[in-house]
């Protein structure tokens, strides 16, 4: 009874001799076993290309069965950060809506209200203002003078003394007008003057060129206090140009004078547009009228 024990203790002793060796130098055992695979794959390549690509193709349906659990997590995943996604751009939506309901219901009231107090006061609209958008085709700025050729004349219903604008300020007036072109005198001209008045003070001055792309103020009243960052725009008086028209902004103050840089980009013109308010600064034109009702006809 003893023999059996003593046999079955010493197959168990012997195991575990041999799994504290494996344990020892497995590192030994797979780097030995990792450089002779190198050597092998330098020295048969062909035949490690087929077991490489035998193992994948052996592979492959382990991992496709293992990889479909992970793509399908994933797609839950993003399906459930769209979903979050969509939740807070609905709530984002309704808080807009409702600000944008408040709004109209706002723009309505006053609507209402302004054409009451309109009939109230017999008030008369202005007539809409007749424009012609033209190209710049020509600079003909130099030593003594400043001015821009358009691709518009009296066929469009161009006159003189009509406004040029571009989208920022007044840049100038039409000064020559032919059948198919004009020439507008830059604000910048020594040959422009402009009367303006300062926001915020309230002083009226007038504004004139010198040939560079900056103006000065002349006439101030000796008692104006004026700032550098002052607004500059057209006090109405000549009858050429409305009140309230943005001209440029002081800048600063140099011998005894004060400059300003025009809100309009000057030297980097290449569209206009030239406006009739049919002021007394020129003769009615009958093309502009046709052209303002034209342009408040619905």
Do not use: C
């Not at 308010?277 to 619905?298: C, D, E, R, V």
């Amino acid at each position: 009874m003893l023999a059996p024990k003593r046999q079955s203790g010493w197959v168990y002793t012997a195991a575990l001799s041999w799994r504290a060796v494996v344990y020892r130098f497995s590192y030994a055992l797979f780097l030995s076993l990792s450089l002779g695979l190198l050597v092998f794959g330098q020295a048969q390549p062909v035949v490690m290309q087929r077991a490489r690509v035998q193992i994948i193709d052996t592979m492959a349906p382990v991992l496709d069965v293992v990889a479909r659990p992970l793509a399908m997590v994933e797609t839950v995943t993003a399906r459930l950060q769209s979903y979050r996604s969509l939740l807070d751009e609905n709530a984002r939506l309704r808080t807009e809506n409702a600000g944008l309901v408040r709004w109209q219901n706002a723009a309505l009231a006053l609507e209402s209200e302004n054409k009451e107090l309109r009939g109230l006061l017999h008030y008369k609209a202005e007539p809409a203002l007749a424009f012609v958008t033209a190209r710049v085709i020509a600079d003909t700025g130099g030593a003594f003078v400043r001015s821009l050729i358009v691709t518009a004349g009296r066929q469009d219903g161009v006159r003189e003394g009509m406004a040029a604008m571009t989208g920022d300020a007044l840049v100038g007036r039409v000064i020559e007008v032919g059948e198919w072109t004009s020439r507008i005198l830059l604000i910048t001209d020594m040959n422009s003057r402009l009367p303006v008045v300062l926001m915020g003070t309230g002083d009226h001055a007038i504004l004139a060129g010198h040939n560079t792309g900056k103006t000065h103020l002349l006439y101030l009243p000796q008692e104006a206090d004026v700032k550098v960052g002052t607004r500059v725009m057209t006090s109405g008086h000549g009858g050429i140009f409305p009140p309230n028209v943005p001209v440029g902004i002081v800048s600063r103050f140099d011998h005894g004078e004060f400059e300003v840089t025009p809100l309009a980009s000057i030297g980097r013109i290449n569209q206009v547009r030239l406006i009739d308010f049919n002021l007394t600064g020129g003769a009615f034109n009958p093309m502009a009228a046709k052209m303002s009702a034209s342009f408040s006809a619905p």
